[in-house]
């Protein structure tokens, strides 16, 4: 994915290629072309150390529109541009690069990262000079035409489907076999779809294909693994490992993660401490039996209702691998929490249809949408953040209801209510879930308990359900502290309920703060303990900015990483104690002013660009 630099200079080839050779826009002084597009613009570059080789654009659905509703109206459009459509665009090489293989690897660098987040079809307006490279990678024309300065562009598309046929002929693989043994894939996706390859590592050793050539890269940031989910926790690189600075946690500030701000109830710390050595010495009980009636007593649900783990991403992990297979359907919001794609789409191999929630509704869950979807298609699952990670969009109990009443009884419904308790408990679905076994609710008892450290979570569903899971979790799950922990936690509803209004408090303060101090950026949704953010369009994107905060110790989310809805330009920030988040918002101010500083150039009057080699 184009990091800045690469940015700044694929907006100089453009003006080099767009204005000055085919004349589409007028010539500037500042020898550099953008559009109101790139707020939601993702970017692959091909380069060889600091220089661009050639890029390719891709305009995801969440927009409302595209570079093509320039020249064409909708309705003339002889197919429908749903939430399943991305738009390529914009795929250039400098002159001494054309007739490589480079843009065939870049257009197919393109199709995987629209495969991989659940897009459906493609369309382009494609030169027609190079109609035959279009048609040769699948693209088809549709017979419509328009004129941009020296150029004839044709509308084409082609389904997702369609191109991975197209992929597959043997001339085909030939090229991009070839390409791929020139240059080194870095991209946080696999080259081939197969799950064989999902694995594959990026970021550190050399893949079977990866001769040591130093002809080009696809670039992906540094944290970023093929085999996991991208969750934060960056604060690790300064703290260490293997936690050799320690001194440090108190310096920097992790709101990259949603760890509490505020401790464990005063009985969980008491219990720990009194009994440490032995707690850590002893083998725990092996079904969690106490935990277990501990959550039945709080939450007024049966114990036979009630599986545990060691933190919710267990239980994801566990339950969905268990219902599911490589030909189940899957119905997933975007944006929401990265995990449920990633071992749905990447770890079982799942069809995931992403349904685009929009920026312009506050990215809030239409229920009706969801409905006609599930009876228009036959799904499996539907998964349900509520409220939903990152935007803070919560859905009531009878919406719920209402949309399982109305979609085909074939599809379970899975519910993840980790954040609920900061926001709406009396909305939570568990004493429905534990006599329906149409529903799961999975809880997480980290955040809205401080337990991120000993990781304690658990299903609730029918009988049925949860023995289910049960009987597919090893014995010791919890360990002693865990265990310990999440009972006395769970004897304290006053201290959490009293630590859920400071939070809610806090988190709208900072929002006050951030909107009188820093105008610039975009409130896009906030709830429980986080706000979700929008970078000024034009600036750094949120890889580099979440890099410039790393710097001045503070570290916060790139929102888009698991979200094509969210783009490049999108920050999440965890909600911490009032001094830490006017500490924050100052760091916050000092990363937008680096990053003026970087993109402001000094050049004489009348001085040219200078060129992309």
Known sequence: MANESQREQIRRLRHAVYAVELRQHAENNRGELSDDLDRFNVQIAASRGD???????????????FSIDKYFARSEIPFELDDRAFEIRLLTVPTDRRGSTLAALLMYAAFRWIESRGGERIVAIGRRELRDFYRRTGLEGHGLFARSGAVTYELMSASIDRLRERIGEARNRAILERSRSLARWALEIPFDASPSTASRSIGGGASPHDHGHDHG?????????????????????????????????????????LDAWFPPAPGVLRALRDELPWCVATAPPQDAAGVVRSISSSRDIPEHSIAVGAGSSTLIHRALRLWLHAKSRVLLPDPTYGEYHHVLARGIGCRVERMALRARDGFRIDPEAVIERCRSQRFDLLVLVNPNNPTGQLLSRLEIQRMAASIPPWTRIWIDEAYIDFEAPDETLEPIAAFNPRFVVCKSLSKCHALSGVRAAYLCSHETVANEIRRATPPWELSLPAQIAAIHALRDDAYSKRRHRETAALRKALVVMLAERLPELELLGSGANFVLLGLPAGGADASSFCDACAGLGLFVRDAGRTSPVLGTHSIRIAVKDAATNERMVTLLSMALESGRARSCRVRKVGEQPARVA
């Open 51 to 65: 220089s661009l080789l050639g890029f390719i654009t891709i305009t995801p659905p969440e927009g409302g529109r």
């Open 217 to 257: 890269s696809v670039r992906a940031p540094s944290d970023s693994h093929a085999d996991g989910c991208f969750h934060g926790g960056r604060a690790f690189e300064a703290i260490g490992s293997r936690f050799e600075r320690l001194d440090l946690r108190e310096r920097v500030i992790a709101a990259d993660v």
